[in-house]
């Protein structure tokens, strides 16, 4: 039987990212960290080096248009979160 992951974005950089979701969602069994965004492309790549991974982008909107993900998580300062 293929087991089936959820394959998360990050959008940001965010410490609460750095020290607990994305961790967190390493060490579950069901997901898969695939992606991660930040308003400058070279941090999104030095974070996306650091944790190991697969894609990164320089915008916020390049990783919503990424049709591998299934789940966004977001951790934007909160007057952020809606829009
Ligand atoms: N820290 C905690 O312990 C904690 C606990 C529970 C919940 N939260 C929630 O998690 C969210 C993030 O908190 P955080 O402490 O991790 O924040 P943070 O480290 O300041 O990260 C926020 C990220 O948002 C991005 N961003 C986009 N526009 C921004 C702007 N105008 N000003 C500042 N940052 C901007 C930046 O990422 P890029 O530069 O990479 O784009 C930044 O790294 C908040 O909603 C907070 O309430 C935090």
């Known amino acids: 039987m293929t087991e089936t992951k959820l394959r998360w974005g990050v959008i940001s950089t965010a410490n609460i990212?750095?020290?607990?979701?994305?961790?967190?969602?390493?060490?579950?069994?069901n997901g898969e960290l695939l992606a991660v965004a930040s308003r400058e492309e070279e941090r999104a790549r030095e974070f996306a080096e650091k944790w190991d991974i697969a894609r990164h982008y320089g915008s916020y909107?390049?990783?919503?248009?990424?049709?591998l993900l299934d789940a966004v998580y977001i951790p934007l300062p909160n007057s952020m979160h809606r829009e």
Not at 18 to 24: E, F, G, I, L, Y
């Open 61 to 67: 909107d390049a990783l919503l248009d990424d049709a």
């Open 17 to 29: 990212g750095r020290a607990a979701v994305n961790p967190a969602i390493r060490a579950s069994s």
